[in-house]
């Protein structure tokens, strides 16, 4: 989309911060109601997140403009939010690229602008990473200021409360801002707490404050009188009793949709000395009604109409797997009051809106604490229920310790049903799910198992289910499935057992998961032998002995990192046979796999049914 000047004629004039900073503050509202539509119609255009972007249209413009970006720290939290910011730090003619293969990353990204000072993707880093710059610009002494900004969400995180209680303690100059974005602003937010909020942030307030407590510095007791004064006085007015435990000054909360309130509160709190925390309200989707109403369905969107007010209807076509894992939940559910299943705040992207609806006494969400979701799941296994932890594979990263030490070490049977497990496509590096097999399959008393179809992930399902001798994993992709039928009798695998798929000669392509489509092309044209795994451990190593022995060259086939894969496990277990064989690995390269559409991603692999056939001719030749 071509930036039109005349449309956006304030916008127009606010390319990058310097030029911000040259408006008159009179005209900030017109430009955050610009940079809003220009939001707008370029997200619509282009795909992308939405509705968190126009919740911090004010924010970001009150930011760029009181602070001296990029040479003062701006650090954001995950980055769903940080569109504005893009579009304001020089990249406003390349947002119709975001998210879409060599163009605009979806996060704020290190490498693509001086102006994003910490790459994000997961939640909760932004203080952590703050206060690491704040120490360094002491430690500098160039008067730098820090600033992050974390969403509510966010805030349930584990990492955030030990960066802050962190903070507290070293008492380094620096400010969170709390953007809190629930559904809706609540009735303590208006004219009467912003005044509130500039008086306690001003220079005549913090010299009190400060004054006093210098005053009372040698009489102890009289001191801690009005330490207690003063925190329960501000108790009643405001919400920010918890921060000041931790060390922080809590200023709010305020309206974060009135850019002037914005500015001043800002101003006042620049040169605030130690930890100060801005909490101000926001609504999630701002501009938008549908967005507005619905922030969850439009928190991400396809291309779209934005004068329609309705989002496109997708087009009829196979479940997806996230599907076919709610629907097996609530099957469950149905037979099994002792089933209890968890989700660390993705209940929409696991499929489990249908189940915590059905079945809300067994159905709990954890928050953005993948940690606590691990352990919660291995106490709810200790006492005697069947706890199924729904995660995707890139945040089951946060939980490995949990997961070696609170349920594999004590052999509780667990399920982890690990979604997006491969490429994710368009969110990147940190969401890509390209390393769950390699740091599951080195775990004790673990059994992985990886689904070619639908049926056959609801089948595994069922099988981790029913297996109590110590914790399970079913690992499948995102998106549609390959539309074959479900068989609603569920069966219980037996454990560490293969199929042959497709008999043929010289060549055994040996696959883990849905690759198993792309193995079969390959082996249609090769005339080699396919065989569908589904476990990636145990393996089965008397399939792979009988492959091997009759077979000239293995290939192991997976959507997971190389290194310490499945293919590696295949690698392992013939040396452990003392079988000699050539083994081709194909999988994901020792890189991080960019964004793009998951279809570009796979082919440009050479992971698709051509690209599997082209590494085995070149292996060969």
Not at 353 to 374: C, L, N, R, T
Not at 409 to 420: C, H, M, S, Y
Not at 515 to 530: C, I, K, P, S
Not at 608 to 617: K, M
Request: charged share 25%.
């Amino acid at each position: 989309m071509s930036f039109d000047n005349s449309q956006f004629p304030v916008l127009a004039q606010a390319n990058t911060p310097e030029d911000l900073k040259k408006l008159p503050q009179g005209m900030l509202p017109q430009l955050s109601d610009e940079l809003r539509q220009f939001l707008l119609k370029s997200v619509s255009n282009s795909s992308g997140h939405f509705a968190s972007g126009l919740g911090t249209v004010e924010l970001t413009v009150a930011l760029h403009y009181v602070y001296n970006t990029p040479f003062d720290r701006l650090v954001w939290d995950v980055g769903h939010q940080a569109y504005p910011h893009k579009i304001l730090t020089g990249r406003r003619e390349q947002m119709h690229t975001i998210r879409q293969k060599n163009g605009l990353h979806p996060f704020p990204w290190r490498e693509e602008s001086e102006y994003d000072t910490f790459s994000v993707g997961h939640s909760g880093t932004s203080v952590s990473a703050a206060l690491a710059m704040a120490v360094a610009a002491e430690k500098e002494q160039k008067d730098r200021k820090v600033v992050a900004v974390i969403g509510d969400g966010a805030m349930t995180g584990g990492m955030v409360f030990e960066a802050m209680n962190h903070a507290g303690d070293l008492h380094n100059d620096m400010l969170v801002v709390l953007n809190d974005n629930e559904m809706s602003i609540s009735e303590n937010v208006g004219a009467l707490n912003n005044h509130l909020a500039q008086l306690m942030s001003g220079r005549f307030y913090t010299t009190i404050r400060e004054g006093s407590k210098k005053v009372l510095k040698g009489m102890p007791v009289i001191k801690e009188m009005a330490k207690r004064t003063e925190e329960h006085l501000k108790g009643m007015v405001v919400p920010g009793t918890l921060f000041e435990e931790l060390g922080f000054n809590y200023i709010g909360p305020i309206d974060g949709h009135d850019v002037d309130s914005l500015v001043e509160t800002l101003r006042n709190m620049r040169d605030l000395k130690g930890p100060q925390i801005l909490h101000i309200m926001t609504k999630k989707g701002r501009g938008y009604e549908p967005a507005e109403k619905d922030p969850i369905g439009w928190h991400a969107v396809p291309k779209f109409d934005h004068t329609q007010f309705r989002k496109p209807k997708a087009k009829p076509s196979s479940p997806t797997f996230s599907q076919v894992f709610g629907k097996w939940l609530c099957d469950v559910a149905k037979e099994d009051e002792k089933l209890l299943a968890i989700t660390p705040a993705m209940r929409e992207g696991s499929g489990m809106v249908e189940f915590s609806q059905k079945f809300p006494k067994q159905y709990f969400d954890a928050a953005i604490a993948e940690q606590h979701a691990v352990t919660l799941g291995a106490g709810f296994a200790c006492e005697g229920f069947n706890a199924v932890v729904a995660i995707y594979s890139t945040f089951l990263q946060r939980g490995y310790d949990q997961i070696i030490h609170d349920v594999a070490l004590q052999k509780l049977p667990v399920l982890f049903a690990i979604d997006r497990g491969g490429i994710v496509g368009a969110d990147g590096p940190t969401h890509q799910g390209a390393f769950d097999l390699s740091f599951l399959r080195c775990v004790p008393n673990m059994v992985i198992m990886a689904p070619s179809d639908e049926d056959e992930c609801r089948q595994m399902l069922y099988t981790g289910y029913c297996y109590k001798d110590g914790p399970t994993a079913v690992r499948y992709p995102r998106g549609s499935a390959t539309g074959i039928e479900q068989t609603e009798v569920m069966t219980a695998l037996p454990i560490g057992k293969g199929l042959i798929k497709r008999q043929g000669k010289r060549i055994a392509i040996v696959n883990f998961g849905t690759t198993l489509a792309a193995g079969l092309e390959a082996g249609e044209a090769l005339d080699a032998t396919v065989a569908d795994m589904r476990f990636v451990k145990p393996l089965d190593e008397a399939l792979l002995a009988e492959l091997a022995t009759s077979h000239d060259v293995i290939v192991t086939l997976e959507e997971n990192a190389i290194m310490g894969g499945a293919g590696s496990g295949v690698i392992e277990a013939l040396q452990k046979m003392k079988i000699i064989k050539p083994v081709l690995q194909i999988g994901l390269p020792d890189e991080f796999i960019k964004h793009g559409a998951p279809d570009e991603i796979i082919k440009e692999l050479k992971l698709d049914g051509e690209g599997v056939l082209a590494q085995i001719n070149a292996y060969l030749d």
